[in-house]
């Protein structure tokens, strides 16, 4: 038996606090409409410590890594390991009709035979109900070696979405640089162009607040197309902060780190050659 209910807290407005260690019901929809971007269906691994997602795009370009722990939500119950095969498109159809304006909590749960998933949201004397099926979806599971990256910066989450909503209007491709001076995030194209540049800061300078950090050791060019990039973002606040690590020849790994689990996102760089 698996058992989910997913809460929202009566303090909690339009904006999600990203760090607080709650998978509210907001995140969680959210979290779905972000992997939606990249797959149509997917596996839901639940264990008692949590539930785990892998999502690889069909062009093989971009890979989501994601885990929840079983604490950040309101109640967790999973007597025994499960995969659960979610159709996208028809969970999100009945999280988006369910009334949660209003403080409300929904259940999710299914049998040990994984083979339905209900869903469930009580108001008072009304009740909100749906019986979803559940399909074999089949997917590979994903390892990720340990990399020693060339450059990082960590952005506060909200100047990580600045950078994106700034990009993107001049083409398909953002072209990243990270050198001794700092990281710049760029577009070109024959109508104009567009840039972000991030630079490294003197040691003495004070740092206290800062909205990113950049840390170096040794220059690093390379381009991705910029849709990817973008389709991270559709995952919304879901963290306080947002690390990028850069690599010659390897994807573009970005992180956000919750205290209700964590998002890892990979980005294969371009072949321009």
């Known amino acids: 038996m698996f058992e989910l209910k997913i809460g929202k807290s009566s303090s909690e407005q339009k904006e999600e606090k990203p760090n607080d260690g709650q998978c509210t019901f907001l995140i969680f929809k959210r979290?779905?409409?972000?992997?939606?971007?990249?797959?149509?269906?997917?596996?839901?691994?639940?264990?008692?410590?949590?539930?785990?997602?892998?999502?690889?795009?069909?062009?093989?370009?971009?890979?989501?890594?994601?885990?929840?722990?079983?604490?950040?939500?309101?109640?967790?119950?999973?007597?025994?390991?499960?995969?659960?095969?979610?159709?996208?498109?028809?969970?999100?159809?009945?999280?988006?009709?369910?009334?949660?304006?209003?403080?409300?909590?929904?259940?999710?749960?299914?049998?040990?035979?994984?083979?339905n998933l209900d869903i469930v949201c009580e108001d008072g004397g009304k009740k909100y109900s749906s019986h979803l099926k559940l399909i074999d979806v089949g997917c590979e599971e994903y390892t990720f070696p340990c990399v020693d990256?060339?450059?990082?910066?960590?952005?506060?989450?909200?100047?990580?979405?600045?950078?994106?909503?700034?990009?993107?209007?001049?083409?398909?491709?953002?072209?990243?640089?990270?050198?001794?001076?700092?990281?710049?995030?760029?577009q070109r194209s024959e109508v104009g162009n567009s840039e972000v540049s991030f630079m490294i800061r003197d040691e003495a300078e004070n740092t206290e607040n800062k909205d990113f950090d950049v840390e170096i050791k040794g220059g690093v060019e390379?381009?991705?197309?910029?849709?990817?990039?973008s389709l991270f973002s559709k995952f919304g606040t879901l963290g306080a902060k947002i690390t990028m690590s850069i690599a010659e020849d390897m994807p573009v790994y970005i992180t956000s780190v919750m205290n209700a689990g964590y998002l890892r996102y990979y980005i294969a760089p371009r072949d321009d050659e």
């Open 222 to 229: 390379l381009a991705i197309p910029y849709k990817y990039i």
């Open 31 to 115: 979290l779905l409409e972000g992997l939606h971007e990249i797959v149509k269906q997917l596996e839901m691994k639940v264990t008692n410590e949590g539930i785990y997602i892998q999502a690889m795009d069909s062009m093989q370009v971009s890979m989501v890594d994601i885990f929840l722990k079983s604490t950040a939500f309101e109640s967790f119950r999973c007597d025994r390991n499960l995969t659960l095969g979610i159709p996208l498109q028809f969970i999100l159809k009945v999280f988006r009709s369910l009334p949660v304006e209003d403080n409300l909590s929904v259940l999710l749960s299914a049998n040990d035979d994984a083979t």
């Open 149 to 186: 990256y060339t450059a990082t910066i960590t952005f506060i989450s909200a100047e990580f979405q600045r950078v994106v909503k700034t990009l993107g209007a001049f083409g398909e491709v953002l072209r990243i640089t990270a050198n001794d001076k700092g990281f710049v995030f760029e």
